[in-house]
């Protein structure tokens, strides 16, 4: 592995251009101290004057700006190799001062609450400059109906913590406390079963290895069945409880309350989702015919279809392949991309001590950044032109907006960085035609597919199921969850897989499960960007337009007013619908391939 003083300078990413070194990181350090004291002085006078509200989002609007840098800045640095003790404690002081920029402003949401609202809009009309954060205003707003007196948001506040117990119990256990036992890899090597190999054993081309570690694996949830049980339990009571305190109608509705998204939008998700099963029906019957087995089960799903190919794509060749795949989104969007990847926005290779995985981090005001360890395979391309998605998300979004909304939503986080895969694997199908080749990027397609739409839409049934049931008076056993969950796989996964007994019990290690209604996000985010591309593939110009407008949008409205300006309506069944033919016409090009 080399040192990181050694990878040529060109590939390294350039934090000097958010601080020019230590000292001027100090010298913001102290400033942003500063404003936090000025900060704290605001309490008790926001409803005094438009003025003196206006003063205060701007000053707070900066003091975010600054702790952004800070903690961006400090947060690379220590990425760049993990073990540096002086970048450790830049992290944590920069952490350290968020908290208290965060605590310093804890008073500002119920002050701005107590005004009243046409007080509120008197000062909006008439102080100039206010208008610009009409947006954050109306959110805080929308929360009044669901805000209580203050006694009773004190209380509420303490049951938070005790709240925080089933999610912790479950970590505890699942990443501490549990066993696997061993199995013998593909050489014949006793191998413990951990989290981060169960996915590369669930993936081995001999099938026993699969099925050893599959039914290992949840030999060991079983035994602890009656506690993991109790723990979801407590948490869909937990969901339950605070939806009541804040009056909403159900834990479902007081969940998708934050993006402002109506309950409809998630029935509409799930029925799309379910129409569409017969093409998930048809890809795991393709699966079944490729692998040549008799009976498909669940420990087979992960297992690939497609012969291993040996493509090695240099980075230079990596970056002219994604500005070739990214070219149907104009001029003006490749011309910035490679602006950025030969500026140094990019830290390309792996060195001692640097952080693992790839991941894409903004600082408004300077540019964004990315973090690759990149390794010249097919798969690394993905990733470089899925984080670079992130990254010109970013960078059209602080262009065009105030700090203020100039960070896009966890609800449409993922729409650019899967139109940027959607757009890399039509271009490669198209441009290669070596048949290995093909069959990789399609096969990587069909995953994606797999695991974020159909996966995360059953996931996000279940939740829906189990909170309903215990809404309606039934909190679930351990028995109700298992039958729940396997029928579900069944009817997801249909007549061609056997749903083996263990896959019952999965829901018994899934952490988002403790996310209270978080994975519909997901298949949400990737059928908007499914039919956004075949949009931008087949409309061209108009279609761009009105995406770049939706890259450029930040978080100055809501998630679906964003995504309807760039011509899909997620409120509607049919962006979905039209993600799930994108998935047939992938399958219907693998059946061609592979002749089976
Ligand atoms: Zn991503």
Same mark, same amino acid.
């Given at each position: 592995?080399?040192?990181?003083?050694?990878?040529?300078? !060109?590939?390294?990413?350039?934090?000097?251009?958010?601080?020019?070194?230590?000292?001027?990181?100090?010298?913001?350090?102290?400033?942003?101290?500063?404003?936090?004291?000025?900060?704290?002085?605001?309490?008790? &006078?926001?409803?005094?004057?438009?003025?003196?509200?206006?003063?205060? #989002?701007?000053?707070?609007?900066?003091?975010?700006?600054?702790?952004?840098?800070?903690?961006?800045?400090?947060?690379?640095?220590?990425?760049?190799?993990?073990?540096?003790?002086? $970048?450790?404690?830049?992290? @944590?002081?920069?952490?350290?001062?968020?908290?208290?920029?965060?605590?310093?402003?804890?008073?500002?949401?119920? !002050? /701005?609450?107590? /005004?009243?609202?046409?007080?509120?809009?008197?000062?909006?009309?008439?102080?100039?400059?206010?208008?610009? %954060?009409?947006?954050?205003?109306?959110?805080?707003?929308? &929360?009044?109906?669901?805000?209580?007196?203050?006694? !009773?948001?004190?209380?509420?506040?303490?049951?938070?913590?005790?709240?925080?117990?089933?999610?912790? /119990?479950?970590?505890?256990?699942?990443?501490?406390?549990?066993?696997?036992?061993?199995?013998?890899?593909?050489?014949?090597?006793?191998?413990?079963?951990?989290?981060?190999?169960?996915?590369?054993?669930?993936?081995?081309?001999?099938?026993?290895?699969?099925?050893?570690?599959?039914?290992?694996? *949840?030999?060991?949830?079983?035994?602890?069945?009656?506690?993991?049980?109790?723990?979801?339990?407590?948490?869909?009571?937990?969901?339950?409880?605070?939806?009541?305190?804040?009056?909403?109608?159900?834990?479902?509705?007081?969940?998708?309350?934050?993006?402002?998204?109506?309950?409809?939008?998630?029935?509409?998700?799930?029925?799309?989702?379910?129409?569409?099963?017969?093409?998930? $029906?048809?890809?795991?019957? +393709?699966? &079944?015919?490729?692998?040549?087995?008799?009976? $498909?089960?669940?420990?087979? =799903?992960?297992?690939?279809?497609?012969?291993?190919?040996?493509?090695?794509?240099?980075?230079?060749?990596?970056?002219?392949?994604?500005?070739?795949?990214?070219?149907?989104?104009?001029?003006?969007?490749?011309?910035? +991309?490679?602006?950025?990847?030969?500026?140094?926005?990019?830290?390309?290779?792996?060195?001692?001590?640097?952080?693992?995985?790839?991941?894409?981090?903004?600082? %408004?005001?300077?540019?964004?950044?990315?973090?690759?360890?990149?390794?010249?395979?097919?798969?690394?391309?993905?990733? +470089? =032109?899925?984080? #670079?998605?992130?990254?010109?998300?970013?960078?059209?979004?602080?262009?065009?907006?105030? *700090?203020? %909304?100039?960070?896009?939503?966890?609800?449409?986080?993922?729409?650019?960085?899967?139109?940027?895969?959607?757009?890399?694997?039509?271009?490669?199908?198209?441009?290669?035609?070596?048949?290995?080749?093909?069959?990789?990027?399609?096969?990587?397609?069909?995953?994606?597919?797999?695991?974020?739409?159909?996966?995360?839409?059953?996931?996000?049934?279940?939740?829906?199921?189990?909170?309903?049931? @215990?809404?309606?008076?039934?909190?679930?056993?351990?028995?109700? +969850?298992?039958?729940? *969950?396997?029928?579900?796989?069944?009817?997801?996964?249909?007549?061609?897989?056997?749903?083996?007994?263990?896959?019952?019990?999965?829901?018994?290690?899934?952490?988002?499960?403790?996310?209270?209604?978080?994975?519909?996000?997901?298949?949400?985010?990737?059928?908007?960007?499914?039919?956004?591309?075949?949009? /931008?593939?087949?409309?061209?110009?108009?279609?761009?337009?009105? *995406?770049?407008?939706?890259?450029?949008?930040?978080?100055?409205?809501?998630?679906?007013?964003?995504?309807?300006?760039?011509?899909?309506? #997620?409120?509607?069944?049919?962006?979905?619908?039209?993600?799930?033919?994108?998935?047939?016409?992938?399958? !219907?090009?693998?059946?061609?391939?592979?002749? =089976?």
């Amino acid at each position: 592995m080399p040192e990181r003083a050694s990878v040529p300078e !060109e590939h390294r990413w350039r934090l000097e251009d958010i601080f020019a070194d230590q000292d001027a990181w100090e010298r913001a350090f102290r400033e942003l101290e500063e404003v936090i004291t000025r900060l704290q002085a605001f309490q008790g &006078k926001l409803g005094a004057s438009g003025a003196v509200l206006l003063d205060f #989002m701007q000053q707070s609007e900066q003091a975010g700006q600054k702790a952004d840098a800070l903690y961006a800045y400090a947060h690379m640095r220590l990425d760049e190799d993990t073990a540096h003790p002086g $970048h450790q404690a830049m992290q @944590a002081r920069a952490l350290n001062l968020m908290v208290r920029l965060d605590s310093a402003l804890s008073y500002a949401t119920p !002050e /701005i609450l107590a /005004i009243p609202p046409d007080r509120l809009e008197a000062f909006l009309r008439e102080t100039r400059g206010l208008d610009l %954060y009409r947006h954050a205003l109306d959110e805080i707003q929308r &929360k009044r109906p669901h805000t209580l007196s203050e006694p !009773e948001e004190h209380l509420l506040a303490m049951a938070g913590e005790v709240g925080h117990a089933p999610g912790q /119990i479950f970590q505890m256990i699942n990443e501490a406390d549990i066993r696997f036992p061993t199995v013998k890899d593909e050489d014949g090597r006793e191998l413990e079963i951990t989290h981060a190999r169960y996915g590369r054993l669930l993936e081995s081309r001999d099938r026993r290895v699969r099925r050893e570690t599959f039914q290992g694996l *949840y030999a060991s949830y079983r035994k602890l069945l009656n506690t993991l049980a109790a723990t979801l339990t407590g948490q869909i009571r937990r969901n339950i409880f605070f939806a009541r305190a804040r009056k909403f109608g159900s834990a479902l509705e007081a969940a998708l309350f934050p993006d402002n998204v109506p309950v409809d939008l998630y029935t509409n998700l799930l029925e799309a989702v379910h129409e569409g099963l017969p093409t998930l $029906h048809r890809y795991i019957g +393709l699966r &079944k015919r490729a692998l040549r087995l008799d009976e $498909h089960h669940m420990y087979d =799903v992960y297992a690939t279809i497609v012969p291993e190919v040996r493509v090695r794509i240099p980075y230079p060749e990596a970056v002219e392949l994604a500005a070739e795949a990214l070219a149907p989104l104009g001029e003006e969007y490749v011309r910035v +991309l490679r602006h950025g990847l030969h500026s140094r926005w990019v830290d390309v290779y792996e060195n001692r001590g640097k952080r693992s995985g790839a991941y894409s981090s903004g600082v %408004y005001g300077v540019h964004p950044y990315v973090l690759l360890n990149y390794q010249d395979t097919l798969d690394n391309l993905f990733t +470089l =032109v899925h984080e #670079m998605g992130h990254a010109m998300h970013t960078y059209f979004s602080d262009r065009t907006q105030p *700090y203020v %909304y100039s960070q896009y939503t966890i609800f449409v986080a993922e729409v650019a960085s899967t139109v940027n895969e959607a757009l890399l694997a039509h271009h490669l199908l198209q441009r290669w035609n070596d048949r290995a080749r093909k069959l990789y990027v399609l096969n990587h397609q069909l995953d994606n597919f797999r695991t974020t739409l159909f996966r995360q839409a059953m996931f996000a049934e279940f939740e829906r199921k189990i909170h309903a049931e @215990a809404e309606g008076g039934q909190p679930p056993t351990a028995e109700r +969850l298992s039958e729940v *969950y396997g029928d579900l796989n069944a009817t997801y996964y249909g007549p061609d897989m056997v749903s083996d007994d263990e896959i019952r019990i999965e829901w018994s290690r899934i952490p988002h499960f403790y996310m209270n209604f978080y994975v519909y996000k997901y298949a949400t985010g990737f059928s908007a960007a499914q039919a956004l591309t075949r949009r /931008i593939l087949e409309e061209g110009r108009p279609a761009v337009d009105d *995406y770049l407008a939706f890259l450029s949008g930040g978080s100055s409205d809501y998630p679906l007013v964003l995504l309807r300006r760039a011509g899909v309506d #997620m409120a509607s069944p049919e962006p979905v619908r039209q993600a799930i033919r994108s998935f047939g016409e992938l399958v !219907e090009q693998m059946e061609r391939l592979l002749q =089976v």
